[in-house]
């Protein structure tokens, strides 16, 4: 088992932009992050969807292995077509 989880090496992380309910300005939050508070009303801006790692991470599969990868994925699938 790893000391620390290679996915949290911050070469590999993404960045998106997400409106803000309370005033619509634009926040940008990195993928490791699940909320980011709004510079210009202070609100808190939270992901709709927070991914799990698995979904991002180059890492995931060597981290769980090929076997539990492999299911988590497959019930991800299955709850993205409920």
Request: net charge positive; glycine share 8%.
């Amino acid at each position: 088992m790893a000391g620390k989880c290679p996915g949290q090496d911050s070469r590999w992380l993404t960045a998106a932009l997400y409106k803000c309910p309370q005033c619509g300005e634009m926040v940008e939050m990195f993928s490791d992050e699940l909320k980011s508070r709004c510079p210009k009303c202070k609100g808190m801006v939270y992901k709709e969807n927070a991914p799990s790692c698995i979904q991002w991470c180059k890492s995931a599969k060597e981290c769980l292995g090929e076997e539990k990868f492999k299911e988590m994925m497959e019930q991800i699938k299955g709850g993205e077509s409920r």
